[in-house]
């Protein structure tokens, strides 16, 4: 009699080799196993015709039939044309400040943390000599 497990037996196996692997389920769905026996399911699939690669999540913290259900989702959104990161960009926290988020506001707030490590004039020549490069 087989094991209750045994269709993830060949995952959990699954040892690092000199160079990242791919083992296959189905439905484009297979584990990539890196050097470093780092494990995560990976879900290939091709979008107007850009190949993309959509990361499902870690082995074992999910499990093979939880990879499944998430592809099995994920072609029925390229089904019908749609991206299947489009339901988790919004949810992503966002890393720029505020809508203007460019390098401008960035290096405003580098600016304001570093004006005493870095013993800027009073007059604050090498203030607009950054602000020229914005």
Do not use: C
């Not at 189905?26 to 995560?40: C, I, M, N, Q």
């Not at 490590?117 to 490069?133: N, W």
């Amino acid at each position: 009699m087989a094991k209750k497990n045994a269709p993830d037996l060949r995952f959990r196996k699954a040892k690092a080799k000199d160079k990242p692997y791919k083992i296959a389920d189905r439905d484009g769905l297979y584990l990539f196993v890196t050097p470093h026996e780092a494990k995560s399911w990976r879900f290939d699939y091709r979008l107007a015709s850009v190949r993309r690669t959509l990361t499902i999540g870690r082995f074992p913290e999910v499990g093979l039939t939880a990879a499944r259900d998430a592809v099995s989702a994920a072609r029925a959104l390229v089904a019908q044309g749609i991206s299947p990161f489009g339901p988790r960009i919004g949810t992503r926290p966002r890393l720029l400040p505020g809508p203007r988020a460019g390098a401008e506001t960035l290096g405003d707030g580098w600016m304001a943390t570093s004006t005493r490590r870095l013993a800027i004039s009073p007059s604050g020549t090498s203030q607009r000599a950054i602000s020229r490069i914005w």
